[in-house]
């Protein structure tokens, strides 16, 4: 599903008096349908310049980063605006770490909306979103409330239960069972583990070691923005 | 998968070199992108940086000094916009186009009712049936929050946020494909922006309206347009995806624009 080869990516800090900082240098690693991917490694490793990269949230300056859409492999690296935004439709889910949506929005249309962005039907939508919010232990009474002034926890179920929304054979998750206690870590675990055994690949950062031991098929650790051996 | 689905729509707007001179002082220079069906593109940078230049050359209100733009018409499919006669451009405006100012009184007919002021944009492509003209408006009013018992009502004796959705109002009735929006939300409480942007966002989606956005609220922007263009000094220094220009800008200038947000 996914194949990064030669990753590199470095920042430039202008305003900092052009302080050059390197995230990434020539990193490989594939990912296939079916696995789940923890990526290991010390903070400032470049774990999260990964995944950032794989959206194009972060522009890679070298490298191979190769998608799967449908039959096809799609460069990231150097794609149009368009394609990258079609393959953040169809084909990727992507936890980050904070919730950023439109203010006044009630959650459970913010959890619909990637499944109607992707091709569902409102209906079918709708109701993709409640059942996973009620997987996630999300009270009902917050589904018409706007998750502004939600707690930590349930921001985050949120955040969750958009990039499951629609069945991306991608998975990207960052932290995704961070600020939960147990029972709702347990629920995104269960979720997690459920949407690899169907097929999904999953790469994630987690730092929550029953997470990994629960949902890593594989460990990938980081030093210096390499693959360490 | 067909030809169409592997080689993409067309753009609906191509732009080329676009330049405007004002003596020797630049307005803007060199800008090129294309605009497909269905996407919003930012435009961002400080006071003085071309913004509204640009806009005001894209929406043909004013004859760049240079360059080309190239609108996907329904009719007669691509026409270089500065080729059209006044008339032809009047009537794309009024029809295909909408215009959003910053300011709504510069947009609407502040002497009629707010029924008036979006029937009238209908009468302006050939409606004449009063029944079907009221009906329209109303629908339009009430997409854009406006309560049925202020139709009647002049837009002076509306608040201004209300005024900024009833100018959004006359711009959509003749359902644009193509809306420029100049700080759209500029100048409202942050309440009303909120409600505002919530809604833009629906109407874009849901009417797959391409959009120009100019505004220098790069919250704003995270939140409505899918790609960003940063001016600086009249020219172009960054582009690209909305979120990665903001959270990995390359160029100093976009850098300090980010760095500069106060945190909230």
Redesign the interface.
């Known amino acids: 599903m996914l194949d990064i080869r030669g990753l590199a990516k470095s920042f430039t800090l202008h305003t900092q008096g052009g302080a050059r900082i390197r995230a990434l240098a020539g990193f490989d690693l594939q990912v296939t349908s079916g696995e789940c991917v923890a990526l290991t490694g010390p903070s400032g490793a470049g774990k999260s310049s990964v995944l950032r990269c794989v959206t194009g949230n972060y522009l890679a300056e070298a490298g191979s980063i190769r998608v799967r859409l449908g039959a096809d492999w799609v460069e990231v690296i150097g794609a149009p605006a368009r394609r990258l935004l079609e393959l953040r439709r169809t084909t990727i889910g992507h936890v980050s770490q904070f919730l950023r949506v439109i203010p006044r929005v009630p959650t459970l249309d913010l959890v619909a909306e990637p499944a109607v962005a992707a091709g569902a039907t409102r209906a079918e939508a709708e109701q993709r979103a409640r059942r996973l919010l009620a997987r996630l232990n999300l009270p009902e009474r917050l589904w018409n409330l706007a998750p502004a002034t939600f707690s930590g926890g349930e921001q985050q179920r949120v955040n969750i239960a958009r990039a499951f929304a629609h069945p991306y054979p991608l998975l990207l998750l960052d932290e995704p069972t961070a600020s939960l206690d147990a029972e709702n870590r347990q629920a995104v675990i269960d979720l997690i583990d459920d949407v690899r055994r169907n097929g999904a690949a999953v790469l994630g950062i987690f730092h929550d070691r029953e997470a990994r031991a629960a949902l890593a098929t594989r460990h990938v650790s980081l030093a210096e923005g390499r693959a360490a051996a | 998968m067909s030809v169409a689905e592997r080689t993409?729509p067309q753009p609906l707007l191509r732009v080329r070199g676009m330049s405007k001179r004002y003596g020797r002082r630049i307005g803007c220079a060199d800008v090129d992108f294309d605009l497909?069906p269905g996407?919003v593109i930012g435009v961002v940078g400080e006071s003085g940086s071309g913004k509204t230049t640009l806009l005001n050359c894209l929406s043909a209100q004013l004859e760049p000094s240079a360059g080309s733009l190239v609108y996907d018409t329904r009719e007669r499919g691509p026409v270089a916009v500065f080729d059209l006669s006044e008339a032809e451009r009047r009537r794309l405006l009024r029809t295909d186009w909408g215009l959003v100012r910053q300011n709504p009184r510069e947009g609407l007919r502040m002497s009629v009712s707010a029924g008036a002021n979006v029937g009238e944009r209908l009468m302006a492509v050939g409606a004449r049936n009063y029944g079907q003209i009221r009906g329209t408006a109303e629908h339009w009013l009430a997409q854009l929050e406006i309560a049925a018992d202020r139709i009647d009502d002049r837009p002076g004796t509306f608040s201004g946020g209300m005024q900024q959705r009833l100018q959004i109002a006359r711009n959509l009735v003749t359902r644009p494909r193509l809306v420029f929006m100049d700080e759209p939300t500029g100048g409202l409480d942050v309440s009303v922006q909120?409600?505002l942007?919530?809604l833009l966002?629906r109407l874009v989606g849901d009417l797959d309206l391409a959009c120009v956005l100019v505004t220098h609220d790069l919250g704003v922007v995270?939140?409505l347009a899918?790609?960003l263009l940063v001016m600086q000094q009249g020219h172009v220094v960054e582009q690209?995806?909305t979120?990665?220009v903001l959270?990995?800008p390359?160029?100093?200038y976009t850098?300090?624009l980010v760095?500069s947000i106060l945190p909230v």
Request: charged share 40%; no cysteine; glycine share 8%.
């Open positions: 993409g497909y996407e909120a409600r942007l919530d966002r995270r939140l899918h790609r690209g995806l979120d990665q959270d990995d390359q160029h100093p850098q300090m760095s």
